[in-house]
């Protein structure tokens, strides 16, 4: 599948980099050749330095025999533009990286005059994920699957944990509840756990369940949950605008802390709703008088990662129940993991994971099964995939506990005339089934590859 990327910025370098992984044929293109020379010397992939919306660029790039053209350059207009030539001189399929909401809200009219497959928001992708943490605060991180009707969650053990020094076998026994947990990780091993697989302290768990099932499961653990009433957000961009729409209308109270006058007036205008401060976050003294230590919830969303892990640390040491941070660069992702911040989300990983569900999918459009959603879990090192069963196959009528799967691959749950089924050994798949996959296997394009 050949596939032609423009612009090398961060959500560009980071689908670069995930396709070229996956063995993807792919074309970069950017105007900075060190940028370029920079990605040539670290992937497998071709570079062409130059305009996106320059027809000849496109030409030099193969855009005409191309599967897919993904624009994700520092303009909205630039991507859409880049689309409509590429699909004007013959590729297949394009995506576009949106990201004004005015735009957005009429994206419909302009998918079908710039015959676009896909436009994907990376703010709107994020705040989605932070308004869904934020509804389910017991975890610190939650995808959906089924429309909705499934959530996997993340949850760290606690040394106080009662479930500490069981096997998974004895958990199931002993709660009697709907659940699967799907991936582990301790310390740098990551796990897709038997039963026989006995939990530890720090233990960061993926657990799949109906959303009943999951509050159930924590009520049993005696996790109150607690819901956010009052949230208080540090800096006022299109995620910021997202987010608290979301959580207006879930009737949550939200208070935005914007340095930018001019950026707080627009806010005001939008988000009548809302509280909207002018002032500078990083101001403790501003922070404490805004009533930080009586939030349920701050997410710090200002434009620098430093900043916002430092802001997450201090609302901590307030005692806020519940932390997000957004944090674009993954080194320092992973090194702010284990500091106490409960959530870290990146709006550039939301994007990917948009893209990566599409072109899986383009990929397998003639399978047995389609890939419907995906998600990459503990930085990347796992995946969870929702397939729809298309046709009867080898893996359909068959018990599962018959199904010859590879090791590190788990069916997590079924869905079936929406009926969630956490599966035995017993259970089988059948056509028109939504089946989630979770796996640590870099090279999962068909539902087939689970089979031995």
Known sequence: ?????????????????????????IILIDQNEGKLQEALNQLDIYCITGNGVDIEVQKQADVPHADLVIA?????????????????????HTIARVRNPLYYRQIGILKEDL??????NPELAAAN???????????????????????????KLKEDSRIIGMSLAELYRKYQIKILVCAVKRGEDVYIPDGDFVLEAGDKMHIAAGHQDLESFFKSLGKKSEKV???????????????????????????????KPERCEELCELLPKATVICGDATDQELLIEEGLDECNAFVALTGMDEENIILG????????????????????????????????????????????SYVIARNNSYASANVETMYQLLGGRVKALEFIIKKECEI???????????????????????????????DHLEVGDSVVVVTTDQMINKFSDILA
């Open 313 to 356: 640390l201090f609302a901590q040491s307030r005692g806020v129940p519940k932390i997000v941070a957004k944090v674009n660069e993954d080194s320092r992702a992973q090194m702010v993991e284990n500091m106490g911040i409960d959530s870290i989300i990146s709006a550039k990983s939301a994007t990917a994971d948009e893209i990566m």
């Open 229 to 259: 009433r009052k949230a208080l957000i540090c800096g006022g961009g299109h995620m910021c605008y997202y987010l608290t729409t979301q959580l207006l209308q879930a009737g949550r109270q939200v208070k935005i802390i914007e340095k």
């Open 129 to 155: 994920e932070v308004a869904r943490i934020l509804l389910f605060p017991a975890t610190s991180k939650v995808e959906t699957f089924m429309k909705g009707r499934v959530e996997l969650v993340e949850f």
């Open 72 to 92: 994700c350059a520092s303009t909205d207009e630039l991507n859409m533009l880049s689309c409509l030539i590429a699909k004007r001189l013959g590729a297949k």
């Open 396 to 426: 359909t009528n068959v018990p599962l506990k018959d199904l010859p799967t590879k090791r590190n691959y788990l069916i997590a749950c079924i869905g079936r005339k929406r009926r969630v089924i956490i599966p035995n050994g017993n």
């Open 115 to 120: 015959h676009l497959s896909m436009a994907v």
């Open 1 to 25: 599948m050949k596939i032609v990327i423009i612009g090398d910025g961060k959500v560009g370098h980071k689908l670069t980099s995930q396709l070229s992984e996956e063995g993807y044929d």
